[in-house]
């Protein structure tokens, strides 16, 4: 059993600030890809943010500057500090881990259950 267990959404008025956690638990081998994806009512899931184990990051254009993942290795942890939160950022959040089980698997994608941020103007 992977477990990913997500933390920090809320309700936060614009141009203030919210921090996202993920904690990836279970039988792991080994974790590579971490990030952060989020869909709006209505559109579909798009990518945010994305973190490799030696810390190389990626994000989408809407959130440059503003946005910043990072990861805890030690922990199993990734993380989304969201600084200067427009309204077009109301999302469901959700983390995204690329992982291995064991020796003999292939990597597969877990998801967590979602949290939701909401941005008021």
């Known amino acids: 059993q992977v477990h990913l267990v997500e933390s920090g959404g809320g309700l936060v008025q614009a141009g203030g600030s919210l921090r996202l956690s993920c904690a990836t638990s279970?039988?792991?081998?080994?974790?590579?890809?971490m990030g952060w994806y989020r869909q709006a009512p209505g559109i579909q899931r798009e990518m945010v943010a994305t973190?490799?184990?030696?810390?190389?990051?990626g994000y989408a254009d809407s959130v440059k500057g503003r946005f910043t993942i990072s990861r805890d290795n030690a922990k199993n942890t990734v993380y989304l500090q969201m600084n200067s939160l427009k309204p077009e950022d109301t999302a469901v959040y959700y983390c995204?881990?690329?992982?291995?089980?064991?020796?003999?698997?292939?990597?597969?994608?877990?998801w967590g259950q979602g949290t939701q941020v909401t941005v008021s103007s």
């Open positions: 279970g039988s792991i081998l080994s974790i590579d890809y």
């Open positions: 995204n881990s690329r992982l291995r089980r064991g020796w003999r698997t292939g990597y597969d994608e877990y």
């Open positions: 973190i490799t184990p030696a810390g190389s990051t």
